[in-house]
């Protein structure tokens, strides 16, 4: 994975590598954000960079040993960690991500890098509320993979895709390692919930904050896939910043998913307008049902068309991306959103996402978000 590879992000690629090239490589870094703004291949990227033997004109070669290693996966310095599970796991059966690299390459080089949890936990056949994990097993697998001496690089990389999701022991083991690190030895941690992480860990990691990935770079995505200018804008606005919700719009793959969505938010919009508490418990039991995915699509559409409204409501209906039933729901909706309650219904929204990606129960999470939102519905009529 070259940096010509990665997506957007032109000044923070710039920025690492002149961190590599200046020799200033913090040994332990905390690469943040969204896996669809494109996260976990900037890591690879950077890690080539670092190991490739005639990196020039601002990237790594792609045709070294090294590069060709890294790019299969496959380099002996580069030790990939991931979470992992599997049903009808055996009592004490140690489950680790070295099991599972044949399937990890593969979702890899399908998706350039670019996939979610919730596709890779259904490559692993996790079913509907099954989750990886990141156990005391694996960290005593990095200890040791790291006591060796490198292979063909200068550094050794250990990159730890959601640390979040390792147990209290698994993190223990792992601030050890960062406390007290080897020579030469890079860890890469790539969060989507950093706050998950112990405050001793993150507080020993240099940040690395990935954002959205900008509009104009998705519309050009978008246009090289054959949509008109027009239509490639309004998909790259809808994207969010981000590839895997770009690619969904492309392959039309959301219709199902954004009809959902909307009838869920406006179903929600409307029982919360209309004090219809008893109604908001039978919602709460509809969404609940659905999939972590399906939620999470909820999430994401309810935030865009709240903040969509917010800007209808605040006179800026002309640079709205709002169509058909959409734009008619949100035209009559928009003056119940206001700067009274725009942002705590967000922070609501992102406070249900958090307790749902901590296996929260769905049902108790969604009976008090549906609540809170109907509260701060009422704070404008």
């Known amino acids: 994975m070259r940096f010509a590879d990665i997506i957007g992000h032109d000044a923070l690629k710039a920025r690492l590598k002149a961190q590599i090239d200046a020799g200033r490589v913090s040994h332990a870094q905390l690469f943040t954000g969204d896996a669809g703004y494109g996260t976990l291949p900037l890591a690879l990227a950077y890690v080539q960079y670092l190991f490739c033997s005639n990196h020039h004109d601002g990237d790594s070669c792609g045709e070294c040993p090294s590069c060709k290693q890294i790019e299969a996966l496959a ?19 140690a489950v680790i991500s070295d099991l ?5 390459r593969e979702i890899w080089q399908r998706n350039d890098g670019v ?37 063909s690089s200068e550094y050794k990389a250990m990159i730890i895709w959601l640390p979040e999701a390792m147990n209290q022991e698994a993190a223990n083991k792992i601030l050890k390692i960062l406390e007290e690190p080897w020579d030469k030895t890079l860890f890469i941690l790539v969060s989507e919930h950093p706050e998950l992480l112990l405050q001793t860990i993150t507080s020993r990691t240099q940040e690395v904050s990935v954002g959205r990935i900008d509009v104009a770079t998705l519309q050009s995505v978008a246009k090289r896939e054959g949509k008109s200018r027009e239509e490639a804008h309004n998909i790259a606005r809808l994207a ?43 919602w709460a039991d509809d969404i609940a049902a659905l999939t972590r995915e399906g939620q999470r699509q909820f999430f994401l559409h309810a935030v865009r068309l709240l903040r969509e409204s917010y800007m209808l409501h605040a006179g800026l209906g002309s640079i709205s991306y709002l169509w058909g039933e959409e734009q008619a729901f949100c035209k009559k909706f ?37 609540l809170a939102v109907s509260k701060q519905i009422n704070r404008l009529q």
């Open 75 to 93: 380099h002996p310095d580069l030790h990939m960690v991931f979470p992992v599970n599997k049903r009808e796991k055996k009592p004490n059966e």
């Open 100 to 104: 599972f690299i044949d399937k990890w």
């Open 115 to 151: 996939f979610s949890a919730d596709e890779w936990y259904a490559d692993l056949d996790l079913g509907k509320t099954m989750k990886g994990l990141i156990t005391t097993k694996e960290s005593e697998e990095i200890i040791r993979k790291l006591q060796f001496k490198s292979y």
């Open 240 to 282: 969010g910043g981000s590839i895997l919700e770009l690619r969904e719009l492309l392959r039309g793959e959301t219709d199902e998913s954004r009809a959902q969505s909307f009838e869920l938010f406006t179903r929600l919009m409307r029982l919360s307008y209309n004090d219809k508490h008893l109604e908001l418990f039978e």
């Open 334 to 370: 928009a003056p119940f959103i206001g700067n009274q309650n725009i942002e705590i219904l967000v922070e609501e929204i992102e406070r249900a996402m958090l307790q749902i990606s901590q296996n929260g129960s769905p049902r108790i999470v969604f009976t008090h978000f549906a």
